[in-house]
């Protein structure tokens, strides 16, 4: 992202949310909070339309991601989890959706997008809980150890990794398996050449559109060769679902996928 300016790709991520909300009826995520939040300023344009059905791949994953991540909260809160560090938060509404009282949530980001997101929260009359905090960060200059108190924590990693150079995957991972008990989701993607033609296609595209506004696509991964990496970091891995695992859990039956179709996973991972 280009310094002074909040996240571009936060935003687009955010527009998604709420088209899932108002097209598709929240029914793999529920979100009526992304709806007010972008509703409370005028619409920055996008080279595709969330709402439109040729959109409607992209919606359903970035729906998936989020109900996949909250579904693994929930489970760790059950066993005593009492933080979530949201990290790169951009846009996200579960800071203000936080349906467990005895649960924090730390907002990790760059200063200038949560400058930017408190703004479009108070201009939408969205209150911020006494159990927010805000922890600013500049990925270049620093790391989480700088900005966050060590504790076994819930991290959520959504719509970050594809953005981020190996050395910094390798830095949060290190972080987060320095806290025993804590737990990680996070999306990432695997790299152009694994997929056919079409899909190719669609990601090369969608990597153009982040790299035209400061935020290129940077790290990729084949599954196997992932897996391998969490288990030298000292994590076990508690799901790594796909587009086939995702169409079966939560789509309709017009947007079932092959088994072993390539493109975007979200993986849970646990110290």
């Not at 209150?127 to 790391?143: H, K, R």
């Not at 190719?200 to 982040?210: F, I, M, N």
Request: aromatic share 10%; net charge negative.
């Amino acid at each position: 992202m280009k310094v002074g300016e909040a996240s571009r790709t936060a935003w687009a991520a955010a527009e998604f949310r709420a088209a899932h909300q108002v097209v598709d009826g929240g029914r793999v995520f529920a979100d009526p909070l992304a709806v007010r939040l972008l509703d409370s300023r005028p619409r920055d344009r996008m080279p595709v339309d969330p709402a439109q059905p040729s959109a409607r791949a992209t919606r359903l994953f970035l729906a998936a991601r989020s109900r996949f991540a909250e579904d693994a909260v929930a489970g760790a809160v059950r066993t005593g989890v009492k933080r979530v560090v949201v990290l790169g938060a951009g846009l996200d509404t579960f800071a203000y959706r936080n349906p467990f009282p005895d649960v924090r949530v730390v907002e990790v980001d760059h200063p200038d997008t949560q400058a930017w997101k408190r703004e479009l929260l108070a201009q939408a009359g969205i209150g911020v809980p006494d159990s927010v905090t805000y922890a600013g960060i500049d990925f270049e200059t620093q790391s989480l150890v700088d900005v966050l108190t060590g504790e076994r924590s819930f991290f959520v990693w959504l719509g970050v990794v594809p953005y981020l150079n190996r050395a910094g995957f390798d830095a949060t991972l290190r972080y987060v398996a320095g806290h025993p008990g804590s737990e990680v989701v996070f999306d990432y993607t695997m790299p152009p050449s694994s997929m056919p033609a079409v899909a190719r296609a669609a990601l090369e595209d969608q990597a153009k559109q982040a790299a035209s506004v400061d935020e290129p696509f940077q790290t990729y991964f084949r599954p196997d060769d992932l897996a391998a990496i969490m288990r030298a970091e000292g994590f076990a891995v508690v799901d790594d679902i796909g587009p086939a695992e995702m169409a079966e859990r939560w789509f309709e039956a017009q947007d079932a996928v092959p088994a072993g179709t390539p493109g975007g996973h979200i993986m849970h991972a646990r110290v």
